[in-house]
């Protein structure tokens, strides 16, 4: 987050506040050369890649960097994601490795807690695209939506989803974002404060169904309705029935699947009633068998 903090500084010195969205092509090229003058950043360019979504290797002398990534990838916001992820392996990693292979698990839904690298490339690559101080000028003061989101995907040049994903590091409140096709999630995540009340889906570990009352939920879809406020309970069990949540979903066309935002208070962890003890066991061993088990407050 420093080292691409510290890029930003400079583009905004050099460039001004209305800079966006990054040429980060031009860019990985530019900084390599001026900064590393003995193994820059060569090229970078799009290319079929069978199986991977970016790449950034060494030619044998290590005298120089090649960024390739996925022609075939549908957005240029994802586009631009890939090569600012692969920036940053080279930028914090290329001492490790001569060669990063990045598959669609790795950029913008990394998984935090699996590959400290492939983490660190995507907060390189947020960072770098969407800085902090810009980002919050953009939304702050502005109840959030999807259409909020999309004039930062816009203005960023990003995808609906790191955009969103972005949104939810900077709220004020637990945070979830959900993608899903087919009435199951594909993958789920939650900001630290929902984390940390236990508001998360372990998504990589089993398969996960929405919940029937989701509005992403196939049998309740309706374009003209995209937002609903409902009991935290219809998405986690453990949240107390007084909990309420909002939810908001959009399609993200380009992925073929469903984006849904879930909003909560904070946490207030309550005993389990005795009437519904043994549902709350049933959530308990589940999490407590994959490995996870909750943190109350
Ligand atoms: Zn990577």
Known sequence: MAEANRISTMLSMVLGAERFPVKVDELAVEYSRQCFAESPIDKVQGEDLDGFD????????????????????????????????????????????????CGDDDIETGDNNERDIEA????????????????????????VSFDLLGHCADRYGVSLTAAALRWTEIADKRAILVASRDDHMLWAKSNQAAFKSGAYFATRKRTIEMPRAALAYSDNWSAANETQTTRAQAWFPREASSMPLTEMTKVAAQYDYTLTLLLMPDAEWQRPRHDDEESEEDTFDHFIRNGQPPVRK
């Open 120 to 143: 660190e490339a995507d907060l390189f690559s947020s960072t770098l695209l969407m800085p902090l101080d810009d980002f919050r000028r953009q939304v702050n003061g502005h109840p």
């Open 54 to 101: 970016g790449l950034l290797k060494a030619n044998k002398a290590r005298s120089k960097w090649l960024i390739l990534y996925n022609s075939a990838t549908p957005s240029e916001g994802r586009k631009r994601f890939t090569i600012a992820h692969e920036f940053g392996h080279y930028i914090l990693h290329r001492h490790q490795q001569d060669l990063f292979e």
